[in-house]
């Protein structure tokens, strides 16, 4: 089993900084792939940055040169700088971690809340 939890949410102006992270549990952790989601009130989920295990990156067109996903395997996190916020990146932010046979694993989520 694998377990998820979030950190690091709260508010913040618009133009300022925070970083997420997510503490995992389990063992496979150092080679399952891992991401960050959101989700806004009234708005679907969406991918917002990924990682595999070999450190590839990718990233919503939304939020490419502002955010910036790590992971640091011997700790078992993985991380979400967020720079130069906006109000459109207001959202519930959420781990999540892809297991064999498209097994997931979510957190329970983190509120980002930016002020224009």
């Known amino acids: 089993q694998v377990q998820l939890v979030e950190s690091g949410g709260g508010l913040v102006q618009a133009g300022g900084s925070l970083r997420l992270s997510c503490a995992a549990s389990?063992?496979?952790?150092?080679?399952?792939?891992m991401g960050w989601y959101r989700q806004a009130p009234g708005k679907q989920r969406e991918m917002v940055a990924s990682?595999?295990?070999?450190?590839?990156?990718d990233y919503a067109d939304s939020v490419k040169g502002r955010f910036t996903i790590s992971r640091d395997n011997a700790k078992n996190t993985v991380n979400l700088q967020m720079n130069s916020l906006k109000p459109e990146d207001s959202a519930v932010y959420y781990c999540?971690?892809?297991?064999?046979?498209?097994?997931?694993?979510w957190g329970q989520g983190t509120q980002v809340t930016v002020s224009s």
């Open positions: 999540r971690a892809d297991l064999p046979r498209n097994v997931r694993y």
């Open positions: 389990g063992s496979i952790f150092s080679i399952i792939p």
């Open positions: 990682i595999t295990s070999g450190g590839r990156t």
